[in-house]
Antibody, heavy 119, light 110 residues
Framework: QVQLVESGGGVVQPGRSLRLSCAASGYTFSRHGIQWVRQAPGKGLEWVAIVWYDGSKTYYGDSVKGRFTVSKDNSKNTVYLQMDSLRAEDTAVYYCTRIFGELLNLDYWGQGTLVTVSS | QSVLTQPPSVSAAPGQKVTISCSGSSSNIGNNYVSWFQQLPGTAPTLLIY???KRPSGIPDRFSGSKSGTSATLGITGLQTGDEADYYC???????????FGGGTKLTVL
């Protein structure tokens, strides 16, 4: 069955970096894009980034543009979210989700990984 | 301030019907597909409706989606206590080149 497992979250100081991973299994990874969506404590969903099925295109939300980089390694069935210059407002649970077809057809979600940015 | 506007909360009795609205503009809902997501307490969101009105396998037909102009609506009939959750609409915004979500609606089944 399809599984997405995020890892790499934790506590980090403002201005530092963190890399999240999203390991996928149970489907042909190279045929589907991945999105990252985050949720601050007690808040709603916020889109973070998209990476195309072949890694050729990426898009970012305004709040992370220029600081976060998403990449896809089809040989390892893994997507990475490199987060630099972290801020307190980046504190959230980060989910990776699979895209099937249209961009908002997010049919499988990981369990999420918590990132806390605090000194 | 979300690009898509949802009511913060709705409530209804078990067995009743409820609708949740999602209002946008021509750059998002008006010209792109809408999805709906359900987030049960303490869990990750799940896809409830995609491409305006399609249900993934396993989603009961008590859940329905529709779109008209720049607004979308999620309908839930035969409410159950297990439907208590936060519901989010989402779509692509062609002007922003961004995925946008509504602020979420908390459903309470009284």
């Amino acid at each position: 069955q399809v599984q997405l497992v995020e890892s790499g979250g934790g506590v980090v100081q403002p201005g530092r970096s963190l890399r999240l991973s999203c390991a996928a299994s149970g489907y042909t990874f190279s045929r589907h894009g991945i999105q990252w969506v985050r949720q601050a404590p007690g808040k709603g969903l916020e889109w973070v980034a998209i990476v195309w099925y072949d890694g050729s295109k990426t898009y970012y939300g305004d709040s992370v543009k220029g600081r976060f980089t998403v990449s896809k390694d089809n040989s390892k069935n893994t997507v990475y979210l490199q987060m630099d210059s972290l801020r307190a407002e980046d504190t959230a649970v980060y989910y990776c989700t699979r895209i099937f077809g249209e961009l908002l057809n997010l049919d499988y979600w990981g369990q999420g990984t918590l990132v806390t940015v605090s000194s | 301030q979300s690009v898509l506007t949802q009511p913060p909360s709705v409530s209804a009795a078990p067995g009743q019907k409820v609708t949740i609205s999602c209002s946008g503009s021509s750059s998002n809902i008006g010209n792109n597909y809408v999805s709906w997501f359900q987030q049960l307490p303490g869990t990750a969101p799940t896809l409830l409706i995609y491409e305006n009105n399609k249900r993934p396998s396993g989603i009961p037909d008590r859940f329905s989606g529709s779109k008209s102009g720049t607004s979308a609506t999620l309908g839930i009939t035969g409410l159950q206590t297990g439907d208590e959750a936060d519901y989010y609409c989402g779509t692509w915004d062609s002007s922003l080149s961004a995925v946008v979500f509504g602020g979420g609606t908390k459903l309470t089944v009284l």
